[in-house]
Nanobody, 124 residues
């Protein structure tokens, strides 16, 4: 049974930082590219970041470039999202996903497995 479990969400003031984690089980983690998506109320789901399966390539959505960093630890079967300089518009449910491929994946349709999501709320 494949499980992706996010943690690290919460309430933070604008300008603050959070680090999200996504622990994977039931898959050979190093065979999967990983991604973080977010969805705010009334808005479409959007790609936040994606990382290739051996951490050689990363992709970032335009709205988070320079503020967020995606990384992975294949020994721990975990992908991280370090979020700095948070803004109220970053408020959303953040979900991690796994894609059985080599490189980064931008489209949500390219992912095979999804977590349940973790809420991030940034107050002004």
């Amino acid at each position: 049974q494949v499980q992706l479990v996010e943690s690290g969400g919460g309430l933070v003031q604008a300008g603050g930082s959070l680090r999200l984690s996504c622990a994977a089980s039931g898959i050979t983690f190093s065979w999967y590219a990983m991604g973080w998506f977010r969805q705010a109320p009334g808005k479409e789901r959007e790609i936040v970041a994606s990382i290739s399966r051996i951490d050689t390539n990363q992709y970032y959505g335009e709205s988070v470039k320079g503020r967020f960093t995606i990384s992975r630890d294949n020994a721990k079967n975990t992908v991280y999202l370090q979020m700095n300089s948070l803004k109220p518009e970053d408020t959303a449910v953040y979900t991690c996903a796994a894609a059985h491929t080599v490189g980064t994946v931008v489209s949500h349709g390219g992912y095979d497995y999804w977590g349940q999501g973790t809420q991030v709320t940034v107050s002004s």
